[in-house]
């Protein structure tokens, strides 16, 4: 095929963290990257010359964007949807394709969807209200502990809360929600899929995740999950047979419970590079990054092996401080041989803000997790 990526325009809504490290991996292939958001002091637009100002959720912001790319993508869900619907209609395209985003954006029809086509997950109620679920509750129709989640404009752990006695239940926000029963886990796990145009796909290795028991981000990454053989070759088919269930074009990341009788649950996925593949910038054959835009543009899919054990650290905001960042002893930490230092560009900081993540890789895992905990103790953002 003949291509000219430098003619080859993508317009990408939002321009966070994600959205710099697409622009930093499509100078790599001199892709036209573009990108849509509200303000040139987002972490895309410092890496990026081609921003657009506007509004993500605003139909004709969204809608003119659009109609100067050859293919729209989004760097999180919560957009416009009903602009992405008729940009497809004028023959746009969009990937993730605009009926699978309304189905991903709200996590009831996520589950709906798994139930319908018998994909493992875990037991769930629906309510359209808090009343209801009050009402569910006071009829002992749900038992505590159980879990709520919002069923839509939840990320980064907004949104879930844990309800373990009556005591918990002003937690509860009174907006559409999905209850679950609390699973018991083994590990959480993350696989991330990258489907093609022509519905070829790759897998990425499965990792595990420890979370922040606070913040309910991702604390701890390991590659490859230490998990026995039968249980990542499950994890892996899951994640095939689910994206060729979607059909989707892109990335796909799946999280998923291997619970404590060995079986796996998907738990939610969000179809856009995700915080679980951001080690395959240094320790990928092909970073997330780039393969979702191999995906966008119908290029080949690269390799999706890893290259050495990596854990990987989320640099958060230390509570309480907000105000300009201060990162503290940054130089010990970019002193450790194995350790890649990624910082996001946010000006500011804030209690449990997202500011950059550390990757370690080498050969031996206590060696790696020996310095994760040296990076998670030493290294922080104040202000």
Known sequence: MDFIPSQFKIGILGAGQLGKMLAQEASKLD???HFLDKDKSFPAAKVCPNFTEGD???????????????????????????????????GIQVFPQAPLLDLIKDKGLQKLFYKEHHF?????QLFQS???LLEAISDSKINFPFVVKSRTG??????????????DLDLILNEPCLVEELAPIEKELSVIAVRNQDGSCMIYPTVSMDFHPSANLVEFLICPATIPTEIEANAKALAKRLVDQLGIVGLLAIEMFYLTDGTIWINEIAPRPHNS????????????????LRALCGLPLGETNYK???????????????GQ????????VLAIPGVHVHLYGKTETRPFRKMGHVTITGNDLESCLEKANFVKQYFKVIA
């Open 56 to 90: 993500f959720t605003n139909y004709d912001d969204v809608l003119n964007f659009g109609r100067q790319m050859q293919v729209v993508s989004i760097e999180i869900e919560h957009v416009n949807t009903k602009a992405l619907h008729q940009l497809q209609s004028e």
């Open 31 to 33: 892709l036209n990257i």
């Open 277 to 292: 593949g951001h080690h395959t910038l240094d320790n990928g054959a092909t970073s997330q990054f780039e393969n979702h």
């Open 154 to 167: 939840g990320y980064d752990g907004r949104g879930v809360v844990i309800i373990h006695s009556s005591t």
């Open 120 to 124: 493992p997950t875990a037991p769930f």
């Open 130 to 132: 808090k009343s209801a």
């Open 308 to 322: 050495e054990i990596a854990v990987m650290i989320n640099i958060l905001g230390e509570d309480p401080y907000t």
């Open 325 to 332: 960042a201060i990162y503290h002893n940054l130089d010990q």
